[in-house]
C-alpha cells in the first residue's frame, strides 16, 4: 500500500510538469475585409498565384518555378525568399489554397548549445486558404491560415519565435496584404 502511496504521489507531482513541457501548438489566424468592387474583379486579382507583388507591399518579386510553385522575394534587407504551392484554385467557390514548402535562412544564433535557424518567417507547416464571395453591392475577403511556430522545440523558446511571435507575424503580413487589395480593388 505504502508503495502505491508512492507511485500516486509521484504521478500527481508528474502530470503538470509534463503538460507545461511541449512543442509548439497549431495556430490560426483569420481576417476578412470587405472591398467596394466586385467578386469577380477581386478574385481575378486574388487566384493570379504569379501577381501577389502586384497587391501585397511585402513583396518585392514573383518568380514562378511552374504553374503551381511561386517563389516570393520580400522587399525587406537581404531579400529574403518564401517558396509556395498551389494545391488548388476553385472559380465556382472563389477560394485558393496554398502552403509553403521552403524559406530562406535568415540568421542563426546558438541556443541552448545548437545551432537555430531564423526563417523568412517564424512558421512551419504553414497553409493557407483565401475567400472571396459578393457581399452588400461588393466583396468580402477572407484570408485565413494555420501553422505552427519554426521553433519546434520545448520552451525556453528563444526571442521572436514563439507562439504569439508566430501569430503576429502571420496577422501583420494577411492585415497588410487585405488592407493593400482592398486600396488597389477601389481606385
Known sequence: MKKFLHFIAAAL???????????????QVKETITINATPEKV??????????????????????????????????DGSPTITEE?????????????????MSVVKTITFNSKDTPYFTLPV???????TVKAVDGGSE????SKFY???????????????KDA?????????????????IMEK
Open 149 to 163: 511556430r519554426s521553433f519546434m522545440d520545448n520552451p525556453p523558446v528563444p526571442e521572436g519565435q514563439s507562439d
Open 124 to 130: 512551419s507547416t504553414y497553409k493557407s486558404w483565401m
Open 43 to 76: 478574385w481575378a486579382m486574388v487566384k493570379d498565384f504569379g501577381s501577389l507583388d502586384k497587391w501585397h507591399p511585402a513583396v518585392a518579386n514573383v518568380e514562378m518555378k511552374d504553374d503551381k510553385t511561386r517563389v516570393l522575394t520580400l522587399a525587406s
Open 86 to 102: 498551389l494545391l488548388k484554385s476553385d472559380d465556382e467557390k472563389m477560394m485558393l489554397t496554398y502552403k509553403i514548402t521552403d
Open 13 to 27: 507531482i508528474a502530470v503538470p510538469m509534463i503538460s507545461m513541457a511541449h512543442g509548439p501548438s497549431r495556430q
Open 141 to 144: 475577403v477572407q484570408w485565413k
Open 167 to 183: 501569430y503576429n507575424t502571420i496577422k501583420g503580413v494577411i492585415t497588410a496584404g487585405l488592407e493593400n487589395l482592398k486600396v
